[in-house]
């Protein structure tokens, strides 16, 4: 086994146990009151920061930190995955 394949396994081992202990959820917020149309956003979302009727705020699996505001609050559903 090369050092390279090596490494490899031990960031497969290293994202497996990591996720026994981590949740992710899929986030799909529709900025009307119809889900499944033009408008409709997802997300995977690893830590929700803030709930709230017109206010979102969360970290994605990717790390990026979003923001989501609605003027007439927002249309969400949470999804453990």
Known sequence: MSKQEFLEKLNDWWFWFKNLFLSYYELTVSYNSVYGDADDETFIVAKFYKKQ???LQFKTE???IVEIRGAEGLN???KEI
Do not use: H, L, R
């Open 53 to 55: 009727d017109k206010y």
């Open 62 to 64: 990717d790390g990026d």
């Open 76 to 78: 969400y559903k949470i």
